[in-house]
Antibody, heavy 126, light 108 residues
């Protein structure tokens, strides 16, 4: 069974740091591009960042609101994705989901957020 | 940035109804449009990609259409399991493809 399980969420003060993990199973993690998507409870979805597979360069990309504060990394030997969040702000309060980022065809090649974890809640509050 | 809008923001429908949700992009995105379903307390689930292709395992009562800037998600013969929030998302510019604000489908 393809599965993503996030952990590491919790309550943190503004300016603090937190590291989220996402354990993957049931698919070839090392070949997969991975993302983090967040959602303020009761609100919409916001893409946070992406990391490519090592074979595709392992590069990262981030949404403007988190660029310079958040860092995505991966440990392919442990099938685990990470999100290091520094200088946290109250507006970072959200449920954080890790997802696979998969391209589907064949008529047109479309990137999708394919497999999702169950999410982990991050609350930034004093 | 490409902005996505959805209408309506919510709707009430009965079991067996046909439901139509519209998604519009602020500029043309060809068919680079995906639809997701999210049930309360659960993660989103990919329903449709490329505007009209059903993801594996998605019931055939779901269908998608459109290209350019206007897209539609249709649910035929609405079932109890379909009451959820639906989001469109463009993948024209990757990976920064933004999501629409969502349409909540509620039981009448």
């Amino acid at each position: 069974e393809v599965q993503l399980v996030e952990s590491g969420g919790g309550l943190v003060k503004p300016g603090g740091s937190l590291r989220l993990s996402c354990a993957a199973s049931g698919f070839t993690f090392s070949d997969s591009w991975m993302t983090w998507v967040r959602q303020v409870p009761g609100k919409g979805l916001e893409w946070v960042g992406l990391i490519k597979s090592e074979s595709d360069g392992g590069t990262t990309d981030y949404a403007a609101p988190v660029k310079g504060r958040f860092t995505i990394s991966r440990d392919d030997s442990k099938n685990t994705l990470f999100l290091q969040m520094n200088s946290l702000k109250t507006e970072d309060t959200a449920i954080y989901y890790c997802t696979t980022y998969t391209i589907f065809g064949p008529v047109i090649m479309v990137w999708t957020f394919d497999v999702w974890g169950q999410g982990t809640m991050v609350t930034v509050s004093s | 940035d490409i902005q996505m809008t959805q209408s309506p923001s919510s709707l009430s429908a009965s079991i067996g109804d046909r439901v139509t949700i519209t998604c519009r992009s602020s500029q043309t995105i060809s068919r680079f449009l995906n639809w997701y379903q999210q049930k309360p307390g659960k993660a989103p689930k990919l329903l449709i990609y490329g505007a009209s292709t059903l993801q594996s395992g998605v019931p055939s009562r779901f269908s998608g259409s459109g290209s350019g800037t206007d897209f539609t998600l249709t649910i035929n013969n609405l079932q109890p399991d379909d009451f959820a929030t639906y989001y469109c998302q463009h993948s024209y510019i990757t990976p920064m493809g933004s999501f629409g604000p969502g349409t909540k489908v509620e039981i009448k």
